[in-house]
């Protein structure tokens, strides 16, 4: 069993580093397939040059340590200082990394208050398009359907584009998506052959 220090738990989020496996990447992509498959684990991320291994996750931080044992990840003398270890409930990482992330939700919704004073209610058609797309991918097709007919609105009144970096950022994002679609395909075939 590899040697292990558990280097910081925050809600959401475990960093572990492995110092006997560093440069290791063979180690750490079986790590990282393994805990991929789990529904907790939203994402697994591992840095073999440093021997780091980070996991974001959601719901209780004692399951994702128990499949860690299973899998032979971590000991239960590991287990038993992860669970030893208090998670932070009133600091100031909270607001960015626990329940949803709310100081930028309440940012973002701050200055949609401050856009709807100034009377900047719409936003062009492209960003009524994508925010479309998004709510249609998410399984929420009537609040979808409202932005379709508002950005058809926009886009007879030829308010077509938003801003340069709203739309370059739309378009990396979509190259993503790509990306880690063909990345997903790939890997089902190789997991089916």
Not at 3 to 14: A, M, Q
Not at 94 to 121: D, E, N, S
Request: charged share 20%; glycine share 10%.
């Amino acid at each position: 069993m590899p040697s292990v220090i558990v280097e910081h738990v925050l809600p959401g989020r475990i960093r572990l580093r492995f110092p006997d496996r560093r440069r290791d990447t063979a180690f750490f992509e079986q790590i990282i397939s393994l805990l991929s498959q789990h529904p907790a684990v939203e994402e697994a991320r591992a840095n073999p040059l440093t021997g780091s291994l980070l996991v974001r996750h959601s719901g209780p931080i004692e399951e994702l340590a128990g499949i860690a044992v299973q899998t032979g990840l971590i000991g239960a003398d590991t287990l038993a200082e992860l669970m030893k270890r208090p998670v932070p409930t009133g600091s100031w990482a909270r607001l960015f990394v626990g329940q949803g992330q709310q100081l930028p939700t309440v940012a973002l919704a701050l200055l949609g208050v401050l856009q709807m004073a100034r009377g900047r209610v719409f936003g062009p058609a492209s960003e009524l398009f994508w925010h479309t797309r998004e709510l249609w991918q998410r399984g929420r097709p009537f609040p979808a359907l409202g932005l379709a007919l508002l950005g058809l609105i926009q886009l007879s009144r030829t308010n077509l584009f938003g801003s340069a970096t709203s739309l370059l950022f739309y378009g990396l994002m979509l190259q993503n998506e790509r990306q880690t679609a063909r990345r997903t395909a790939a890997e089902a075939r190789g997991t089916s052959s």
